[in-house]
């Protein structure tokens, strides 16, 4: 499933907001919770973007062991601004 936040005002609000998400769910059934996030308009600009990042940083969390969440990281941009 997906969640939509509006007008959210920083990445620690984010991180609560899913944090309270996976905590009604794993008290609800036995499973676990992965999450990837991408956030307007710095992870991109149109759904497909954002929902393209958000995918790959959810399999980012279940790659490094499940049951957790990320924020997108657009690596290429990293390695640029380092040159």
């Not at 939509?4 to 036995?30: C, D, G, S, W, Y």
């Given at each position: 499933f997906m969640v939509f936040?509006?007008?959210i005002p920083n990445e620690l609000f984010?991180?609560?907001k899913i944090a309270k998400i996976r905590n009604i769910i794993t008290k609800m059934h036995q499973v676990g919770v992965s999450a990837g996030i991408a956030i307007y308009p710095q992870d991109g600009t149109t759904y497909l973007e954002l929902y393209n990042h958000a995918d790959m940083a959810m399999y980012s969390v279940k790659k490094n062991g499940k049951n957790g969440f990320e924020f997108y990281v657009d690596i290429t941009k990293n390695n640029a601004d380092e040159s």
């Amino acid at each position: 499933f997906m969640v939509f936040l509006k007008n959210i005002p920083n990445e620690l609000f984010v991180a609560a907001k899913i944090a309270k998400i996976r905590n009604i769910i794993t008290k609800m059934h036995q499973v676990g919770v992965s999450a990837g996030i991408a956030i307007y308009p710095q992870d991109g600009t149109t759904y497909l973007e954002l929902y393209n990042h958000a995918d790959m940083a959810m399999y980012s969390v279940k790659k490094n062991g499940k049951n957790g969440f990320e924020f997108y990281v657009d690596i290429t941009k990293n390695n640029a601004d380092e040159s």
